[in-house]
């Protein structure tokens, strides 16, 4: 059963950056598109960012031209690493392999604030 561990959240100042990591168990990261979500407080869980896993990156509209994605095939990790923080990016933040989910991680939380 994949798992998948999220970690580097915190507390942030507003402009201020953060890098996000999730680790992959299984060998077959390599194969997969792997994403980053994140759910505030009320809202629904909304994808923030894919990449294939050729490496192209998608950015969602959002956090396009702050946020950018990465992965290490070898390290079987996907990264998230985040400029330009703003107070609407609150949230806790997940990895995952869509389409096809699998359980989802923990999360690690961002909370931006001065």
């Known amino acids: 059963q994949v798992q998948l561990v999220e970690s580097g959240g915190g507390l942030v100042q507003p402009g201020g950056s953060m890098r996000l990591t999730c680790a992959y168990s299984e060998m077959s990261f390599n194969i997969y598109t792997m994403a980053w979500y994140r759910q505030a407080p009320g809202k629904q869980r909304e994808l923030v960012a894919s990449?294939?896993?050729?490496?192209?990156?998608t950015i969602g509209d959002s956090v396009k031209g702050r946020f950018t994605i990465s992965r290490d095939n070898a390290k079987k990790t996907v990264s998230l690493q985040m400029n330009s923080l703003k107070p609407v990016d609150p949230a806790v933040y997940y990895c995952?392999?869509?389409?096809?989910?699998?359980?989802w991680g923990q999360g690690t939380p961002i909370t931006v604030s001065s």
């Open positions: 995952n392999r869509p389409p096809v989910i699998v359980s």
């Open positions: 990449i294939s896993s050729s490496g192209r990156p």
